[in-house]
């Protein structure tokens, strides 16, 4: 890090919410998140200087491209501040986000608003799967299944077959951990839902077959939400602390950080790493860039970590990449339960975008969200004992675009 980037709070939505059935727009979930924010941390809106918007399909679902004009429209005093809107697919949040921390890196700002948002809700679940389907290589995949997503990671379970071998029932019991672990999350879409001990099984009717081996509880959820988050300098974080009777080591900084990516197609990133126990050398890259950058020299030098969880598959391989167990025994952390709560190495204690909830744009800016929580000990049912080092690891596409933060205090 060429210098240090604090993140002094924020505020997410109620994942739950649908918010065209409660006849608001895009517009407003963006302004009530950007309050929330504002509200929850006492920053004035006066002391924002660069806004950054993380968002993937707002054009397909709401017609509304220009994010970044919205801070203008919630407050006057925001009217001349530079904005900008960011894309990478799932990883739009976390792109958001690096974008705001080289601004504060080079002393351009001090203190960065960044909102990431998606509105999902408003569509049929055909129509949105094909929205969403735009981080594909429109043309050249997933052109034979009506839904894109759930056949390409259907794939990916398939080439862990093919190179390791995979037992679907771990793939169960993260679907299974997730789920218990957003029903504590009061802002978790999943907190109400009702289970059966046969939903997580080979049951076609509790957990029926959407592609291949992927099954309805493996998949993450279609979401309407939006997370924020203040990015700040030393000097505007020793000040935020003057002021609030905190002293600078209480707020979380940013450690370190990782940002790789790779062909847009699945079939040339396996093509590239054919012979090789990772999958997605690259994955693998972006933690080891993220460790190296925080001081750490082992990912269990770390808490917890907040993964990318869009199917079952995607923590699975989270596992292994990021060096909790060698590569293809991902199983291993999820039987000896390493990854609950009560684990040395909890994964996704918010319920991660299984049973918490996926709104795209938001998603990265919520995972460092949830960590600045957790180190602060302000996690509420969701907290991890001890917590004072966490990462998160975003991805967009079928890992085309991968990003992993690493906060912590002191």
């Given at each position: ?28 979930m ?12 006492g ?7 660069v ?73 049929d ?38 190179r ?42 509790y ?24 990015l ?17 080591e209480?707020?979380?900084?940013i450690?370190?950080?990782g ?20 999958l ?28 990318h ?10 596992i ?8 293809g ?5 999820i ?6 709560m ?58 085309t ?10």
């Amino acid at each position: 890090m060429s210098a240090p980037v604090y993140v002094l709070g924020g505020a997410q939505t109620d994942f739950a919410r649908n918010w065209a059935r409660e006849g608001l727009s895009i517009y407003d979930m963006f302004r009530e998140t950007l309050d929330s924010a504002l509200t929850k941390t006492g920053i004035s809106p006066e002391q924002i200087e660069v806004g950054h918007v993380g968002n993937f399909v707002g054009d397909l679902f709401t017609g509304q491209g220009l994010i970044g004009g919205f801070f203008a429209e919630a407050y006057p005093e925001l009217a001349s501040i530079p904005t900008s809107r960011h894309e990478a697919a799932c990883a739009s949040g976390s792109i958001a986000l690096l974008s705001a921390m080289r601004d504060i890196e080079a002393g351009h700002y001090d203190l960065a608003s960044v909102l990431g948002l998606e509105f999902m809700r408003n569509v049929d679940g055909r129509t949105g799967a094909e929205y969403l389907g735009a981080a594909t290589w429109k043309g050249m995949e997933a052109t034979h299944c009506d839904f894109p997503w759930p056949y390409m990671f259907n794939q990916i379970i398939d080439e862990y077959d093919a190179r390791h071998g995979i037992d679907c029932d771990h793939l169960k019991t993260i679907a299974k951990i997730n789920f218990d672990n957003g029903r504590r999350n009061p802002n978790a879409q999943s907190r109400n839902w009702q289970f059966q001990p046969q939903s997580y099984t080979d049951d076609d009717q509790y957990n029926p077959v959407i592609e291949g081996r992927v099954r309805k509880m493996d998949c993450g959820q279609i979401t309407d939400g939006a997370a924020c988050v203040f990015l700040a300098s030393e000097k505007a974080a020793r000040d935020y602390a003057a002021e609030n009777g905190l002293k600078l080591e209480d707020i979380p900084r940013i450690k370190g950080w990782g940002h790789r990516s790779a062909p847009i197609s699945l079939d040339s990133k396996l093509a590239l790493s054919a012979g090789n126990p990772m999958l997605f050398p690259h994955v693998k890259q972006i933690m080891t860039d993220a460790l190296g950058r925080a001081g750490f020299a082992d990912v269990t030098d770390l808490d917890g970590l907040e993964t990318h969880d869009c199917f079952t598959i995607t923590e699975y391989m989270a596992i292994d990449h990021i060096g909790l167990t060698a590569p293809g025994e991902s199983w291993k952390a999820i039987a000896e339960g390493r990854i609950s709560m009560d684990g040395d190495f909890p994964i996704n204690a918010s319920g991660g975008l299984i049973g918490l909830g996926h709104p795209v744009g938001a998603t990265g800016i919520r995972m460092l969200l949830d960590c600045a929580n957790q180190v602060t000990g302000r996690a509420g049912p969701c907290q991890i004992k001890n917590a004072e080092n966490m990462a998160t690891f975003n991805l967009g596409g079928s890992t085309t675009t991968c990003v992993s933060l690493i906060l912590g205090v002191n």
